[in-house]
Each structure stands twice: as structure tokens, then as C-alpha cells.
């Protein structure tokens, strides 16, 4: 599989942002993180319409418009992070926006050989490396099919938030293609960026960040469990004792975990201490609780 960039811009907010919001302050927890551009995929199969010249350019007009329609709301993706002050400059500077070809593989056979072809899927998502906040690469393989990657830097964004931006943007595409976009319209996103004046540095633990593999020495693995399997571990692992079933992630997350300490101890010849943990969504669950709209890591 090869993938060739055919052409690479910046996508700008459709407005500009005003000034008294043109920088935004991180908060504690978003200092400590890495730098990391975050990668989603969409997979799109094609349809009788998907090859015509003329039906791609209205297809990556549509992803443009609508993605500088969204960055009016989330503005500081189109932003550059100040490394030094820790702080984002919301200048506007734009979103890259790249548009690539894939060539000797069918979007089917991709997704067939996924296990064996995993280690490509960062070619999907581009600007790994580069200086923008957010990064989109929209990917036409020559079947028809659609890969489209986008990249977000956790140093701003969770995946709660990414997720939230994404909503955003799809259902900016879908409403601007059917009647035309509307500010108030009640499917739009609106979120807000005030984590830092919740969040101060005086009230928190410190915090170190934790090691991560930041070169190209890892393995990547993708490991599949079917549904029906992970409910019979469910019942076999379920506890009449305990008030509640475990859940699905607690009872995969134990059996990784128990294979994981059985190499460490065949390896080592002892038990080791060891730790095993679950970023989760803190919005609901503090006191008062935040609105799903709130932006940044949390």
C-alpha cells in the first residue's frame, strides 16, 4: 500500500476569532501532557457515485467548509501551542488539511489485513510531527472508498473532547448540506474552555507524566474479543457476593492483566508489583458536575 499526498493547505475559521479570546491558558492537567497528536479513523465505502471526478471535489469542498464552519466553535484547533508559556495562541493560523491517494489496495482488502497492515494505519492520519494543534487527511482509495484521519494534540484535548469536536463537525457537514448552517441550530456543539480557572495549580498533587515509547522501537498489536466470549467471562468471573456483575472492560482488562503478570513472573521468576489503570471521563463526577461541553483534559 502506498499512499501519495496530493495536496496539503490550512483550514481556517470561516470567522475570525475575537480578540479578547484569542489566548487560551492550560490548565495544570493539561501541562503534563504529552505533545502526542492523538489519531482517529473513519472508514467510508464507496458507492456508485464515489469515483467521478466532480463528485470528490464537492466531497472535499464539503469536509473544508464544514470544518471552517466548526472552527468558529473550536477555535483554539486552529491555534499553535506555545511551548514555553503554556498557553495556546489562538491566532487562526488554520487546521491542516491534507488530500491523499492510496494506491495498490482496495479499501476491503485494508480492512481484511488489518492485523498484518496496522503498522501503515499512522500513514493515514497525517502531520504527526508537524507544529498544528489538529491535523485531517482525507485518503481516497482507488476502489472509491474514503479513509479520513484527524489528529488532535492531547496537550489540549482528551478523547472526550476530540469526540466532541468530531460530533461537531459531522453534524455541521450534514446540516449545511441539507439546509444551510444556522448558529442556534440545536444539534451544533458549543463548547466552552474554562477547565483553568476550575483547575488550579495550587489545589492539585503534583503530577509527573509517565513514561511513553516516543520513538518507532514499539510493537503494535491489535487484539479482537468477541461479545459472546466476554459475557460468558462475565458470568464465570461474577461474584454472588458482590452487589454488582463486573463489566465488560473490568472483566478483558483483568484477563489481559493475568496474562500480563504470568509472562512477568515466568520472565523474572517473581511477582512483581505492578499497576493497572483506566483513564476515564471526570466531567459527571465532580461537584458540581461540568457540562459534557467542556473542553481540555479532564
Given at each position: 500500500?502506498?499512499?501519495?499526498?496530493?495536496c496539503?493547505?490550512?483550514?481556517?475559521?470561516?470567522?475570525p476569532?475575537?480578540?479578547?479570546?484569542r489566548?487560551?491558558k492550560?490548565?495544570?492537567?493539561?501541562?503534563?501532557?504529552?505533545?502526542?497528536?492523538?489519531a482517529?479513523?473513519?472508514?467510508y465505502?464507496a458507492?456508485?457515485?464515489?469515483?467521478?471526478?466532480d463528485?470528490?471535489?464537492r466531497?472535499?469542498?464539503?469536509?473544508e467548509?464544514?470544518?471552517?464552519?466548526?472552527?468558529?466553535?473550536?477555535?483554539?484547533?486552529?491555534?499553535?501551542?506555545i511551548?514555553?508559556?503554556?498557553?495556546?495562541?489562538c491566532?487562526?493560523?488554520?487546521?491542516e488539511?491534507?488530500?491523499?491517494?492510496?494506491?495498490?489496495?482496495?479499501?476491503?482488502?485494508?480492512?481484511?489485513?488489518?492485523?498484518?497492515?496496522?503498522?501503515?494505519?499512522?500513514?493515514?492520519?497525517?502531520?504527526?510531527f508537524?507544529?498544528?494543534?489538529?491535523?485531517v487527511?482525507?485518503n481516497?482509495f482507488?476502489?472509491?472508498?474514503?479513509?479520513?484521519?484527524?489528529?488532535?494534540?492531547h496537550?489540549?484535548?482528551d478523547?472526550f473532547?476530540?469526540?466532541?469536536?468530531?460530533?461537531?463537525?459531522?453534524?455541521?457537514?450534514?446540516?449545511?448540506?441539507?439546509?444551510?448552517i444556522?448558529d442556534d441550530h440545536e444539534?451544533?456543539?458549543?463548547?466552552?474552555?474554562?477547565?483553568?480557572?476550575?483547575?488550579?495549580?495550587?489545589?492539585l498533587?503534583?503530577?509527573?507524566?509517565?513514561?511513553?515509547?516516543?520513538?518507532d522501537?514499539?510493537?503494535?498489536?491489535r487484539?479482537?474479543?468477541?461479545g459472546a466470549?466476554i459475557?460468558?467471562?462475565?458470568?464465570?468471573s461474577h461474584?454472588p457476593?458482590?452487589?454488582?456483575?463486573?463489566?465488560r472492560?473490568e472483566v478483558?482488562t483483568?484477563?489481559?492483566?493475568?496474562?500480563?503478570?504470568?509472562?512477568?513472573?515466568?520472565?523474572?521468576?517473581?511477582?512483581r508489583?505492578?499497576?493497572?489503570a483506566?483513564?476515564?471521563?471526570?466531567?459527571?463526577?465532580i461537584?458540581p458536575?461540568?457540562?459534557?461541553?467542556?473542553?481540555?483534559n479532564?
Amino acid at each position: 500500500m502506498e499512499v501519495q499526498i496530493q495536496c496539503t493547505k490550512l483550514i481556517k475559521p470561516s470567522a475570525p476569532t475575537p480578540p479578547h479570546l484569542r489566548t487560551l491558558k492550560l490548565s495544570p492537567i493539561d501541562q503534563i501532557q504529552y505533545s502526542t497528536k492523538m489519531a482517529t479513523l473513519f472508514y467510508y465505502a464507496a458507492d456508485s457515485s464515489s469515483t467521478g471526478t466532480d463528485e470528490i471535489e464537492r466531497r472535499i469542498n464539503r469536509l473544508e467548509t464544514s470544518l471552517s464552519e466548526t472552527l468558529i466553535r473550536f477555535y483554539p484547533l486552529a491555534g499553535r501551542h506555545i511551548k514555553d508559556g503554556n498557553w495556546v495562541d489562538c491566532n487562526d493560523e488554520g487546521v491542516e488539511f491534507f488530500v491523499a491517494k492510496v494506491k495498490g489496495c482496495r479499501l476491503s482488502e485494508f480492512l481484511s489485513r488489518r492485523d498484518e497492515m496496522i503498522d501503515q494505519l499512522s500513514h493515514l492520519a497525517g502531520g504527526r510531527f508537524t507544529s498544528s494543534i489538529t491535523s485531517v487527511q482525507m485518503n481516497m482509495f482507488e476502489c472509491g472508498g474514503v479513509v479520513i484521519g484527524v489528529r488532535v494534540s492531547h496537550r489540549l484535548f482528551d478523547a472526550f473532547s476530540a469526540a466532541n469536536f468530531l460530533t461537531s463537525w459531522a453534524s455541521t457537514a450534514i446540516i449545511s448540506r441539507q439546509a444551510g448552517i444556522d448558529d442556534d441550530h440545536e444539534a451544533l456543539v458549543w463548547p466552552t474552555f474554562g477547565l483553568t480557572s476550575l483547575l488550579q495549580a495550587n489545589d492539585l498533587p503534583e503530577m509527573k507524566r509517565t513514561p511513553v515509547i516516543e520513538n518507532d522501537n514499539g510493537v503494535t498489536k491489535r487484539v479482537v474479543f468477541d461479545g459472546a466470549k466476554i459475557s460468558a467471562l462475565r458470568a464465570i468471573s461474577h461474584d454472588p457476593s458482590f452487589p454488582r456483575q463486573p463489566s465488560r472492560v473490568e472483566v478483558v482488562t483483568a484477563l489481559i492483566w493475568r496474562a500480563r503478570m504470568g509472562v512477568s513472573r515466568a520472565k523474572h521468576g517473581r511477582l512483581r508489583t505492578s499497576l493497572a489503570a483506566h483513564n476515564i471521563n471526570l466531567r459527571p463526577r465532580i461537584v458540581p458536575p461540568l457540562p459534557p461541553s467542556s473542553c481540555g483534559n479532564l
